[in-house]
Nanobody, 120 residues
Framework: QVQLVESGGGLVQPGGSLRLSCAAS????????MGWYRQPPGKQRELVAT???????NYADAVKGRFTVSRDNAKNTAYLQMNSLEPEDTAVYYC??????????????WGQGIQVTVSS
């Protein structure tokens, strides 16, 4: 059994910053790719950022230069540093992780989602 728990969301004013964390726990042999998606109100879920185990990253155009994804492999934890937040960043943010169980099987697991609201 694997769980992903997100933390760090909340309400912030435009121009402010937040740092999201995503901690994976349970029967983990190895965490592979990790990352973040978001779902704005009334819209579909969209990719925000991904990070490979090696540390290579990929960002959606809308967040490039403002958001930074990082990870701590020893803690099975990913982070999303969000700066210069805009009202358009308001969404439920979901983390994911591709996790191996020590066999040849890797599965994608999702967090429960955390609300980020950018408003004055």
């Amino acid at each position: 059994q694997v769980q992903l728990v997100e933390s760090g969301g909340g309400l912030v004013q435009p121009g402010g910053s937040l740092r999201l964390s995503c901690a994976a726990s349970g029967s983990i042999f190895r965490t592979d790719a990790m990352g973040w998606y978001r779902q704005p109100p009334g819209k579909q879920r969209e990719l925000v950022a991904t990070i490979a185990r090696s540390g290579s990253t990929n960002y959606a155009d809308a967040v490039k230069g403002r958001f930074t994804v990082s990870r701590d492999n020893a803690k099975n934890t990913a982070y999303l540093q969000m700066n210069s937040l805009e009202p358009e960043d308001t969404a439920v943010y979901y983390c994911y992780s591709v996790i191996g169980d020590g066999t040849s099987t890797f599965r994608r697991y999702w967090g429960q989602g955390i609300q980020v609201t950018v408003s004055s």
